[in-house]
């Protein structure tokens, strides 16, 4: 597939959306998706690499028993902080702010998103929430844990937890624009012939994911409010002496933030969807299954939040509930593993490394998911709860899932948004690593829970018998961040250095591959009109007499 | 080597052995699964992949492969559901004539009082083959009193009492951990379990300096002055407390609560909040005068006039206790002796 890749270099003189108006302000003023796109990625890659450095010292820490690398304090400190970076500041916006950015109105053949300038606005509140964020981190910091529960945040912690929270709370509203747009631009803006069954199984997951930034993060702004409220005023919300319930604080941020999860990874799903098939040179098996499941995730994702409480002091009947219902959310996220499988079937099989980064995804999601079935089991979740199992779980579905998509989006269009071609050897190195260093740190850490070594612990050495599986884990980290870091530089590096990409690199099918690479910034020359069904991998791989055929 | 390395955790209790059996069957189902995905991915991968002059073959999908998908794994699911819900009723139900231990947390320790009197700190001495009731709560945030060898974990909040129990199988000093984060020194408050052969706990037990429990919350409550409200051999202006605990109690507002220990703490932290039927509101709120510790001296006591000895007014035995809840404990309870190892 590689061969047919390079075009001749005269052509790179095209008015491209990046090279149309130069200086800073052509980019901080920019209404186009695809530059805002940029911005987002360029700063999400800041945070990432920002909340890595928090993660890194965390795993330095636990490489020995005792806490004899920073203090406790501080250590709290990392954990909550890369909590919070990784979620609020990396997750959450990754594929949706980046590649969603780029591709959703260039995959329905729009020529920008909906509300151009309220995209903008969205990363500029992105921006104030981090900077308030960074100010946070470097004048002393939260201890709170990225949950934050009262009354520690309320009543007992002396650390800046407001400011943390009004950082969050200003990047929820970049959240919500960003899912407002999303809606109405996939409702109103699709082109002649893109109909609902036509579109790209990614935009149906991103269609999802905005029902879901749209409808769960404004909880958590209020919940936020109302800790700030409480901390402040004391005004007897969640304060037991004051007549309030703690409890409810859980059920207010839980209620966002497992959706929140799936915010994180329904776009990765989606950008799985397109490559599987695109490196299958096939058609994705059962198409309407795969797009329904996402919206049936959007809805039942609401509906599962106090699977985080079982053992906090619910009742035991609402545990059952709640357990019954964590399986049947289950249900859609394995349809989607089986149909990515069943595409593979008879399928004609490139190992371009985007392929490599969605193999990836599917093995640890499925661990992730699998782990899943333990913590709803109720008699298990006991156990394992607030242990390192539930860590590791959470990482294989943020980590191994979110960001394996995210990495293979990034190759897969990276022709597409950078008019390169990135090395495709160091790319495949760098997916093996990942998923390597991957396993080796989180793996261990099921045991570890399992054996019941709790998380958010800065010093073990009443039970010495942790560390070796500790070790393996921080070793692990360090080859993960390693993985982390070559795309990063690769890629850099192939933007000054790399072969032009052609229009169409990969054959592939979908709107956004019928333009030019890099696009121009009114995305399409003329207004495309779509005649054919998502996936036609058939006709874009029939030899050309066949071609000519329908096109008369 | 593996004595240093361990890869699975001790089970010293019943409930240990409940929740490994599951694990072990989860792990096999999970495993399964996993495999069956991950060889059908390198198979197809591999018998599949792109040869010059071979072309892909389109399939569209299929409905009956799509159900069959969707509702096998639902019904695995629904058996690890149901399997994961008999043990948490299990866990979650204490026996009823189980050892009663008192637990307070606080940043960053455990305190702990046992209905005889001891009390220890980051230290919980019990028999082996008792079942043992812990009745928790915390002095400032939310903590969790979790015991791996016992596979058990439960939230202790402030401003309310849980409940968590269980039945160890095997002497042995065992972990405790704060699982829920509460600050600075949350991965200090770590402590342990002894649990003592029947013959030695009753020799530590009975070493102890301090009176039962319930009588130092005797001298409290004539003290503090609930007796001149709360009177047994004649009506006083509150209603008699002799053989309350476990009963149906009517409130001014129509509803009917059985009495437990959250109810008695809130009874004396709260009194606005559950009145009595048939009572003048007069009751004081002892909020912020007494501690956590009196508190439960104060409700051990209470306790202890409705079970044993029973002095004055009849039927004060806890027979009664309400029927749903009574269902529950008898299934669960059981055979704890028998699963010894
Ligand atoms: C599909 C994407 C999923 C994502 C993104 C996800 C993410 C997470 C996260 C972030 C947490 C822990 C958060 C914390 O405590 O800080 C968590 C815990 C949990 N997950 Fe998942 N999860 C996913 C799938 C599943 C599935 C399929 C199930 C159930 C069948 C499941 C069941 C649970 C349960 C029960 C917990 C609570 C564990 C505990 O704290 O005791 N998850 N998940
Ligand atoms: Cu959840
Ligand atoms: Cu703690």
New interface residues.
Partial sequence: MSATNVVPQQQFERETYLNKVYGMWSWLLTTDHKRIALLYLISITFFFFIGGFFALLIRLELLTPA?DLVQ??TY?KLFTQHGMVMVFFFLIPSIPAVLGNFLVPMMIGAKDLAFPRINLLSWYLYIIGGVIMLHCMMTGGV?T?W?F?V??ST???NTKFVEAGIAIFIAGFSSILTGLNFVVTIHRMRAPGMTWSRLPLFIWAHYATSIIQLLGTPVIAITIVLVACERALHLGIFD??L?GD??LFQHLFWFYSHPAVYIMILPSMGVVTEIIPCF????I?????VAFSSIAIAVFGFLVWAHHM????MS?YA??VF??LS??V??PS??K???W??T????????DAPMLYA?GF??LF??GG??G??L????????V???YFVVAHFHYIMVGGAVMGYLGGIHFWWPKISGKLYPEGWARLAALIVFLGFNLTFFPQF?LG???M???????S????FQ?LNVLSTAGATVLGVGYLLPMIYLLWSMRYGKPASDNPWNAAGLEWKTSSPPPTDNFKEEPVVTWEAYN??EL?APPQALEVPVG | MLN??????ESASTIAH??DA??IF?LI??GM??LL??A??IY??AR????PG?????????NA??IT??VI??LV??V??A???????????PPTDATEVYVVAK?WMWKVEHAEGQREINELHVPVGRDVKLIMTSQ???H?F?V??F?????V????Y?VEWFHATKPGTY?L????????????M?GSIVVLEPAQYEAWVNGSPNGPLSATGEKMFAELGCSSCHRSDMPGRGPNLQGVFGKPVELADGRTLTVDENYLRESIL?PG?KRVRGFQPIMPTF?GLVTEEQVNALVAYIKSISTAGTRIGANAMPSAVSASEGSVSSAAQPNGNQVQQ
């Fill in positions: 806490g406790a304090d709290n201890d844990g949950t529960y009354p520690f009543n007992y912690t037991p002496r007549g703690p409890l299958s040179r096939k058609r098996f059962g198409y309407s299954f079982f053992v906090a002091g035991v545990g059952l357990s019954f399986y049947a289950a249900v394995a349809i593993v089986f149909n499988t069943a593979l079937y008879k399928g004609s099989i490139h190992y193999f599917l093995g499925t661990i699998l782990t079935l333990f709803a089991a109720l008699g298990i979740n006991v156990h709860t607030d242990t045991v399992y054996m019941g709790p998380r958010r612990y800065w010093d073990y009443h039970m010495p018998e070796v991998y058939e791989d | 240093n390395f361990p890869l699975w955790p409940r929740v599951l694990y989860l189902v999970a699964m996993a995905i991950c059908l991915v197809f991968a599949f992949r792109s040869r071979v072309r892909a073959e389109q399939i569209e999908g299929s492969l799509e998908w969707s794994p639902f699911f629904m690890i559901f399997w994961g819900a008999v043990v948490y009723f299990q866990e979650r139900t940043q400032d945030v939310i969790s979790f791996p060898a596979r058990i974990k439960q939230d909040l402030p401003g309310r849980t972990h951990f704060c699982a829920e984060y509460c600050g600075t020194q949350h991965s200090g770590v709260d909040s909020q």
